[in-house]
């Protein structure tokens, strides 16, 4: 899989987990509206869908050709008006998102798979990199920018989502907020994660252990 095939949620997605074991860095439910606004900028920079002003609004319906977009998209759709995108966040179902994109990420051989049981007795699935490197080519880029490089548009908006997502607290040492506000402030859909969790609060024991526990019915 080639860092052209990825898409920003793809890349959120690596970004996610930690690199030793694979354990998701973020609670699942912020991962998964993370998710959804990745998918909105995903379908605006493939020009299906147009921020006029403070909202968002498809402005092509045909499918792309990737399950998980084209499934935003035919809801934005269906909805059929502009919405602020924090309200998009709201408006598609975020529920078992995160688990979506590791399994696709394991069939495009990212992430690989194993069993566990807690307790002894309830199945669990298991997510660790089956290649760090696609996952370190993701960090460096990120961190080439957090430096001072001068960054392109996909990697402002994928900065802007593990920012405000909380992903990015995780992989980079403490003291460059100033500098990476600066360059993400302008960035929609960021600033549509940051607007839902100012909304919104964690569920009480929501974290990043219980976003692998697939086969007992995690979200």
């Keep these: 899989m080639s860092k052209q095939q990825l898409t920003f949620a793809d890349e959120l997605t690596l970004l996610a987990h930690r690199e030793n074991d694979g354990k998701q860095l973020i609670p699942n439910n912020v991962l998964n509206v993370g998710l959804i606004a990745a998918e909105l900028a995903e379908l605006a920079s493939q020009m299906k869908a147009?921020?006029?002003?403070?909202?968002?609004?498809?402005?092509?319906?045909?499918?792309?050709?990737?399950?998980?977009?084209?499934?935003?998209?035919?809801?934005?759709?269906?909805?059929?008006?502009?919405?602020?995108?924090?309200?998009?966040?709201?408006?598609?179902?975020?529920?078992?998102?995160?688990?979506?994109?590791?399994?696709?990420?394991?069939?495009?051989?990212?992430?690989?798979?194993?069993?566990?049981?807690?307790?002894?007795?309830?199945?669990?699935?298991?997510?660790?990199?089956?290649?760090?490197?696609?996952?370190?080519?993701?960090?460096?880029?990120?961190?080439?920018?957090?430096?001072?490089?001068?960054?392109?548009?996909?990697?402002?908006?994928?900065?802007?989502?593990?920012?405000?997502?909380?992903v990015l607290a995780h992989l980079f040492a403490a003291g460059e907020d100033k500098r990476i506000e600066k360059i993400v402030h302008d960035d929609w859909a960021g600033q549509a994660i940051k607007a839902y969790m100012d909304k919104t609060t964690n569920k009480p024991g929501d974290s990043g252990d219980s976003v692998i526990l697939l086969a007992a019915g995690g979200s």
């Design 50 to 166: 147009e921020l006029v002003g403070p909202n968002l609004a498809v402005v092509d319906r045909q499918p792309i050709g990737d399950a998980e977009l084209d499934a935003v998209l035919a809801r934005m759709a269906k909805v059929g008006k502009a919405l602020p995108p924090s309200r998009w966040l709201i408006m598609i179902n975020p529920v078992r998102k995160r688990r979506r994109y590791l399994q696709r990420l394991s069939q495009r051989g990212a992430f690989e798979v194993g069993t566990s049981r807690i307790l002894g007795v309830i199945p669990v699935a298991r997510y660790r990199y089956a290649n760090p490197a696609q996952v370190r080519q993701v960090r460096q880029r990120l961190g080439k920018v957090i430096r001072g490089q001068e960054p392109d548009a996909r990697t402002v908006t994928l900065l802007a989502l593990a920012h405000h997502s909380g």
